[in-house]
């Protein structure tokens, strides 16, 4: 008997294992990204243990994870509602026999007989979900529209990332990259802004040929070192020898791969000349679905995703400029978000364009009934708009992946909302980054507003001195007043006191003494008659006491007073130098927001992203 050929398309072995690496490798990310989180909080200086920043540190860690566990619950309802779907289709297509549940009659767990079998196997062969997917989200306009923001924005954020990685000596950079992909842009973003959070930049300056105080361990670093140590030892061998090449070649391959120090920016055309290659890719993206040229497109767009991740490791330090200090550094990235913010807009509005048309009706449409064979209504441009605008925003709606595609797009802009107002962003500089105000437009705007401020400053300057003056003289006038009428009751009391003495006397006089008698005086009502020679009582020592004690008081305070006019209290002191210390801003955030809904994820990326790296 022959053996039996084993169906490998028809195992569910093959795919269940690819799910479970996908899931497993996520979980691994999500590790080593939590462990360098929870020790970069544990590892921060004193100055960041204040009461004040650790409240504001952990209410702003609340809000993004929050938002990255709302980003990761969505990507995952929408990747199994699309793997579903799409398993689903394909089994009505071939006249498989689909499950009607996970357990019971015709289930995937039911019993032997009635269990219904999964074709994963065959299923995964003929359709390739991932490249189907990608299809399904640029193969129409309104579509498309949703998508293309999402890889703008990833462009945008992947040139953040290794700037502020390198700033921060952030590790594991390549780890929120694939978690982009393998979950959603917003899920790896929320990460990344909260490892910002628990790593405080220091903006110390550094010579031309200084580095940083700690060596920055990124990618490649513990390859460079092995590599280092073993072109070392073959020198020793060499050296032994008598030969001289391997030195050579050691010394410059350290002068050519050294780590950079921080305050170094690689020329402009190391980023616009990829960049320029990207957004030509995402722009064929559209022409490019259901061909297949479309997976060599999208691949050349996740690769440039990887580049500035070890462009600082890739060119030598004579092909980029060292800044006297890292802030003016990072101010000469603004340049390169400009571009990005441009670029982005472009294609942003390229892309409205052409949904809005495809989705636009005819300016007549028609109806029939019984009662009437024919009638013609006209449509409005304003509602043949607005019925566009409607498909296009309607089309989250149309399928489980331009769902996930569409919701990664809205919460990777609430994100950047947020991060905006949390920061404090300064809107001048935002609008900077996003190409909409130049910088001499910006400081002229600044200028005249600080005209404006003094302007008010002075006006209100004045204002105040004139009432102060007005109620000090209300005050003297007042206090004049109330002193005349304090002598005027003074001299009445007196000259009633003296006359009512004078009356007593008079009195007195009239009244003729009785004899003392000579029997015991009976004791009568009330204390007895003091006499001329009777002992005066002695003051209270208690009452004396208090009295001093409140006549003290009372010049101690009137002592305060005086001592009041001349205090001046101590200026405040600055925060430590390097410690970053940002207030709320939430009109930062409106910005944010309108920049989003003018230009898209990717205009609204540039201006936010660039503000943070560049410091405003």
């Known amino acids: 008997m022959a053996p039996i050929e084993l169906d490998h398309q028809n195992s569910n072995l093959q795919p269940l294992a690819i799910f479970a690496t996908h899931l497993t490798t996520i979980f691994i990310l999500i590790a080593i990204i939590g462990r360098f989180i929870y020790r970069g909080n544990a590892s921060l200086p004193p100055s960041q243990a204040t009461r004040h920043r650790e409240s504001r540190r952990w209410k702003h860690v609340q809000v993004f994870v929050v938002l990255a566990v709302l980003s990761c619950l969505v990507a995952f309802y929408f990747q199994a509602d699309c793997l579903t779907l799409s398993y689903k289709v394909w089994a009505l297509e071939r006249g498989e026999q689909l499950p009607t549940g996970l357990w019971g009659e015709h289930g995937i767990f039911g019993g032997r007989e009635d269990a219904v079998e999964l074709q994963l196997g065959r299923w995964a062969h003929d359709t390739f979900p991932m490249v189907e997917l990608y299809d399904i989200v640029f193969e129409k306009s309104k579509r498309a529209w949703w998508s293309q923001q999402l890889l703008l924005g990833a462009t945008a954020w992947s040139v953040f990332m290794s700037i502020e990685g390198r700033r921060r000596n952030i590790q594991y950079l390549w780890a929120y990259n694939i978690l982009s992909h393998l979950v959603g842009q917003s899920f790896a973003q929320n990460l990344f802004y909260l490892a910002i959070l628990v790593t405080p930049v220091s903006f110390q300056q550094y010579k031309e040929d200084s580095y940083p105080p700690q060596p920055h361990k990124r990618i490649g670093s513990s390859n460079f070192n092995k590599f280092s140590r073993g072109l070392q030892k073959a020198e020793s061998v060499a050296k032994d020898a008598g030969q001289s090449t391997l030195f050579k070649v050691r010394k410059r391959f350290q002068d050519f791969f050294a780590p950079k120090p921080t305050s170094w920016v690689p020329h402009p055309a190391l980023y616009q000349f990829p960049l320029a290659v990207n957004y030509i890719a995402i722009f064929l993206t559209s022409f490019a679905a259901n061909t297949a040229s479309f997976i060599t497109i999208i691949a050349i767009h996740y690769s440039f995703l990887f580049y500035p991740l070890v462009l600082d490791r890739l060119v030598p330090r004579k092909w980029g400029t060292t800044y006297s200090s890292s ?52 449509r409005s441009k304003l509602e043949r708009g607005s019925t566009a605008l409607a498909k296009v925003l309607g089309a989250i709606n149309d399928h489980p992946a331009v769902g996930r595609a569409g919701w990664d797009v809205l919460l990777c802009g609430i994100s950047l909302v947020m991060w905006a ?23 002229a705007i600044e200028e005249k507003a600080s005209q404006v401020v003094d302007g008010v400053k002075e006006n209100a300057s004045h204002v105040r001195d004139e009432v102060k003056g007005k109620a000090t003289h209300a005050v003297e006038s007042v206090k004049t007043t109330a002193s005349k009428a304090v002598s005027e009751s003074k001299a009445t009391a007196t000259n009633a006191v003296n006359a009512v003495k004078q009356r007593s006397k008079k009195i007195g006089n009239s009244i003729v003494e009785e004899p003392a008698p000579t029997t015991a005086v009976k004791k009568g009502r009330g204390r007895p008659k003091g006499t001329k020679n009777s002992p005066k009582p002695k003051a209270d020592p208690v009452h004396r006491s208090t009295r001093q004690s409140r006549a003290e008081s009372e010049a101690d305070l009137d002592g305060s007073e005086s001592d009041d006019e001349d205090f001046q209290p101590n200026e405040v002191l600055d925060d430590a130098e390097g410690e970053e210390e940002m207030d709320e801003n939430t009109e930062a955030g409106a910005l944010a927001w309108g920049l989003l809904a003018v230009g898209g994820l990717g205009v609204g990326s540039a201006a936010v992203l660039g503000a943070e790296v560049a410091g405003f």
Do not use: C, W
């Open 421 to 443: 107002a949390v920061r404090g962003l300064d809107v001048g500089g935002m609008l900077e980054s996003s190409a909409i105000m130049s910088k001499a437009r910006k400081e």
């Open 327 to 378: 802030h003016d550094a990072h101010r000469a990235y603004t340049r390169i978000f400009k571009f990005i913010s441009v670029a982005s807009f472009v294609l942003y509005g390229k892309a409205t364009f052409v949904a809005m048309l495809d989705n636009t009706p005819d300016s007549h449409h028609h109806r029939h009934s019984m009662l009437f064979t024919h009638q013609e209504e006209h």
